[in-house]
């Protein structure tokens, strides 16, 4: 395990958490460590209530960053209405999932 901002990952994980950064940071109009604060919450948040609420108040600020939540999670047949409190679970969960948690 490795240490980052005092959360544990998966050594394998790093390289996906890094995609998701800049990922985020590609569809996001903010600076790196917004973004980087933004990426470390989703890993260490995924499918908490706390989690949900945070991408319910950023979606307010930047309809990309839902996008690439969605994007980023999703994948084909999944049911994902960008708008859906189920939606965001099921992307919670798979980004814990890919991020080796």
Do not use: W
């Amino acid at each position: 395990m490795i240490l980052i901002m005092g959360y544990e990952y998966n050594p394998d994980a790093i390289p996906k958490i890094q995609a998701a950064t800049d990922a985020i940071h590609e569809y996001c109009d903010s600076d790196v460590p917004k973004v980087l604060a933004i990426t470390e919450e989703l890993a260490a948040q995924s499918g908490s209530k706390k989690f949900i609420d945070n991408v319910n108040a950023l979606r307010e600020t930047t309809e990309a960053f839902k996008k690439t939540l969605l994007d980023f999670c999703g994948e084909a047949g999944d049911k994902m209405d960008a708008g859906t409190l189920e939606g965001y679970v099921t992307g919670a969960k798979k980004l814990a999932e890919v991020l080796g948690e």
